[in-house]
C-alpha cells in the first residue's frame, strides 16, 4: 500500500515537472523582433525590407532582455529561419503589437 502511494506521488510530481517546462518552453517562445533604428514602425512593412534599407533591429525576450542584431548576425539567423524576416516590422514603441518570432524549422531530416 506505502509503495502504490510513493508511486502515484512521483507521478504526480513529474507530471508537475513536465506540465512547468512546456510552460516555460512555450514563454521563451514568444521573443520578438523590433526595429531599434526606426521606433515608430506599425507594421507597413517588412522585416526583410527594412533590413534592406539600412534599419537596426533587435530580439526582444520575455524578460526586457535586450539583444541588438550585428549584420553577420542577421545573415546567419537568414541561414537558420528565413521566416523570421518576413513578418511585419514593428518598431520599440509597438512591442505589444509585433508578432512572436517564427519557430526555427526542424533541423533534422525524415528518412525517406
Known amino acids: 500500500m506505502r509503495s502504490k ?4 506521488l512521483l507521478v504526480a510530481v513529474v507530471a508537475v515537472f513536465f506540465v512547468c517546462s512546456v510552460a516555460t518552453a512555450q514563454k521563451a517562445g514568444s521573443a520578438k523582433l523590433l526595429c531599434v533604428s526606426k ?3 506599425k ?3 517588412t522585416v526583410a ?3 534592406a534599407k539600412g ?3 533587435a530580439i526582444v525576450d520575455p524578460y526586457g ?13 537568414k541561414a537558420f529561419n528565413p521566416k523570421a524576416f518576413e513578418t511585419r516590422a514593428f ?3 509597438y512591442i505589444q503589437l ?4 517564427p519557430a526555427m524549422p526542424s533541423l533534422t531530416k525524415e528518412a525517406p
Open 43 to 45: 507594421g507597413n512593412e
Open 49 to 51: 525590407s527594412c533590413l
Open 91 to 93: 518598431g520599440m514603441n
Open 65 to 77: 532582455m535586450v539583444r541588438i542584431l550585428t549584420p553577420e548576425e542577421v545573415e546567419l539567423t
Open 39 to 41: 521606433k515608430e514602425l
Open 98 to 101: 509585433a508578432p512572436p518570432l
Open 5 to 8: 502511494l510513493v508511486v502515484g
Open 55 to 57: 534599419e537596426r533591429f
